[in-house]
């Protein structure tokens, strides 16, 4: 049975995690100030931003971006920055939750 998931108030002081393989149950979408907002129409489907993300947040469906799973985004904007020059794709945008 999968564990009650945290987020960055339930977790013990210093953010530190005890167990392996647990990041599933850290929320880290919760210590977001800015959000993704993507355009479909820009971009070319590259998964730059795909590759780069550290959370592994950005959802691909037949090799094309599906959607950003929020509740691990943390709004780092790595995604908006490796989004190609010629492309922008990816605002970061301030989340207002
Ligand atoms: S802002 Fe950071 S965590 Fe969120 S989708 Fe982009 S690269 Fe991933
Ligand atoms: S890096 Fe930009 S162009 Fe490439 S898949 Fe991501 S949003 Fe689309």
Redesign the pocket.
């Known amino acids: 049975m999968a564990k009650k998931t945290m987020n960055r108030h339930e977790m013990p002081i210093g953010s530190i995690i005890k167990d392996p393989g647990c990041s599933m149950q850290y929320e880290t979408g919760g210590w977001r100030n800015l959000k993704p907002v ?2 479909n129409k ?9 590759i780069y993300c550290p959370d592994g947040c ?1 959802k691909v469906k037949d090799g094309k ?1 599906a959607e950003f799973d929020l509740k691990y985004c943390k709004g780092c904007g790595i ?1 908006a920055e ?3 020059d010629k ?4 605002q970061m945008v301030e989340d207002k939750k």
């Open positions: 993507h355009d820009k971009c070319t489907n590259c998964l730059l931003c795909w950005i971006i995604c490796e989004c190609p492309v922008k794709a990816i």
